[in-house]
T-cell receptor
Framework: GAGVSQSPSNKVTEKGKDVELRCDPISGHTALYWYRQRLGQGLEFLIYFQGNSAPDKSGLPSDRFSAERTGESVSTLTIQRTQQEDSAVYLC?????????????FGPGTRLTVT | EDQVTQSPEALRLQEGESSSLNCSYTVSGLRGLFWYRQDPGKGPEFLFTLYSAGEEKEKERLKATLTKKESFLHITAPKPEDSATYLCAVQVSNDYKLSFGAGTTVTVRA
């Protein structure tokens, strides 16, 4: 079946502009996660959604970052007033939730460059 | 605080030269340990989940093992197409996010 898809694949933006990144999870996966991977660094958790429960926002680095998810489908990650340190690959993943298995399947990522 | 440490950072192998990658972890209550492969410019690709000490899983030339403190990814008789960054991640029992190590970049020369 179809995997996790993300768009756009690349985004170049000027410092101070807002950007929206989109993620389409695997059909049937109730949990959706956002991670960030800076150049040469490991993946860092940003936020996750599970069904209608309140999202876990504990990884968001600042209040310029926000995310939404409609039901168990598409999610958007919004970064307001982008800064150069926001440049990274933003990865989305999805998984089953209660009862497992818990492995997360990743999309190809959105490479964000802030100039 | 949960910690995941991978070693070595980089590994250069000759084709056919078997080796092992290490992932040591310090967590409170492990739900699962995950291995992923990441090729340049792509998202991580799921390889294995290990849930309890003593568990082993295999896929082609890869074998993952788990103890109470660490996991090993053994690469047997590697081929150039096994060149990638291998990522280890843990999930704890009261949470669902993954905490990743920094990865081991494996290069296999023909």
């Amino acid at each position: 079946g179809a995997g996790v898809s993300q768009s756009p694949s690349n985004k170049v933006t000027e410092k101070g502009k807002d950007v929206e990144l989109r993620c389409d999870p695997i059909s049937g996966h109730t949990a959706l996660y956002w991670y960030r991977q800076r150049l040469g660094q490991g993946l860092e958790f940003l936020i996750y959604f599970q069904g209608n429960s309140a999202p876990d926002k504990s990884g968001l680095p600042s209040d310029r970052f926000s995310a939404e998810r409609t039901g168990e489908s598409v999610s958007t990650l919004t970064i307001q007033r982008t800064q150069q340190e926001d440049s990274a690959v933003y990865l989305c993943a999805s998984s089953f939730f209660s009862g497992g298995p818990y492995e997360q399947y990743f999309g190809p990522g959105t490479r964000l460059t802030v100039t | 605080e949960d910690q995941v440490t991978q070693s070595p950072e980089a590994l250069r192998l000759q084709e056919g030269e078997s080796s092992s990658l290490n992932c040591s972890y310090t967590v409170s209550g492990l739900r699962g340990l995950f291995w992923y492969r990441q090729d340049p410019g792509k998202g991580p690709e799921f390889l294995f989940t290990l849930y309890s000490a003593g568990e082993e899983k295999e896929k082609e030339r890869l074998k993952a093992t788990l103890t109470k403190k660490e996991s090993f990814l053994h690469i047997t008789a590697p081929k150039p197409e096994d060149s990638a960054t291998y990522l280890c991640a843990v999930q704890v029992s009261n949470d669902y996010k993954l905490s990743f190590g920094a990865g081991t970049t494996v290069t296999v020369r023909a």
